[in-house]
Nanobody, 119 residues
Framework: QVQVAESGGGLVRPGGSLRLSCAAS????????MSWYRQAPGKERELVAK??????TKYADSVKGRFTISNDGAKKTNLQMNSLKPEDTAVYYC??????????????WGQGTQVTVSS
């Protein structure tokens, strides 16, 4: 059974920084991508940052230049968030794109970690 766990959320003042971490455990046949999504109250979940197995990255326009996604091993990823704004307040979720034993696409999600940016 695959488990995905995020950590590092919390309360930070505008302009501050946080580093989120995500670690997966269990049998994962392959990791095609690791991503961070977020969902603010009353809004749909949105992609924040994505890194493919080849190292390509993609960011939401709203976080470009402020957030950086990185790998920390085969099943670990970090999201460095700088110059945080109140509008970054949301629950942040880690997503792992993979394939199952039949090589069909499958996604694994963490439970989410709360990030609150407020003075």
């Amino acid at each position: 059974q695959v488990q995905v766990a995020e950590s590092g959320g919390g309360l930070v003042r505008p302009g501050g920084s946080l580093r989120l971490s995500c670690a997966a455990s269990g049998m994962i046949f392959s990791v095609n991508s690791m991503s961070w999504y977020r969902q603010a109250p009353g809004k749909e979940r949105e992609l924040v940052a994505k890194m493919t197995a080849s190292g390509n990255t993609k960011y939401a326009d709203s976080v470009k230049g402020r957030f950086t996604i990185s790998n920390d091993g085969a099943k670990k990823t970090n999201l460095q968030m700088n110059s945080l704004k109140p509008e970054d307040t949301a629950v942040y979720y880690c997503n792992i794109g993979s394939r199952d034993s039949d090589w069909l696409p499958i996604e694994y999600w963490g439970q989410g970690t709360q990030v609150t940016v407020s003075s």
